[in-house]
């Protein structure tokens, strides 16, 4: 079974940059997409970026200032998330599916991402 564990999350001023990370101790990432969510209080946990083979997918809201990437040699999934904004403010998970299949079955605890204005 695969476990995710997300790090690199903090408290920046609006327009810094984080870099979160996505690992697992167990398996290997290559064998999955991965997909960083995030959601907000109050609102809707939402899909951000997705990384898939070798495509990616952005959310409107974060394209541009965000990229998905992997180093399969670290067997990690990283998130650069660059000109942060308040509304940026959520918690960060990392989550892995299949290829072929529409729903992520591993899901890592998360990590608090925190902009300030």
């Known amino acids: 079974q695969v476990q995710l564990l997300e790090s690199g999350g903090g408290l920046v001023q609006a327009e810094g940059s984080l870099r979160l990370s996505c690992t697992t101790s167990?398996?290997?990432?290559?064998?999955?997409?991965v997909g960083w969510f995030r959601q907000a209080p109050g609102k809707e946990r939402e899909l951000v970026a997705r990384?898939?083979?070798?495509?990616?997918y952005y959310a409107d809201s974060v394209k541009g200032r965000f990229t998905i990437s992997r180093d399969n040699a670290k067997n990690t999934v990283y998130l650069q998330m660059n000109r942060l904004k308040p509304e940026d403010t959520a918690i960060y998970s990392c989550?892995?599916?299949?290829?072929?299949?529409?729903?992520?079955?591993?899901w890592g605890q998360g990590t608090q991402v925190t902009v300030s204005s």
């Open positions: 989550a892995a599916r299949w290829y072929g299949t529409s729903s992520y079955a591993y």
């Open positions: 990384i898939s083979g070798g495509t990616t």
């Open positions: 167990r398996g290997t990432l290559t064998s999955y997409a």
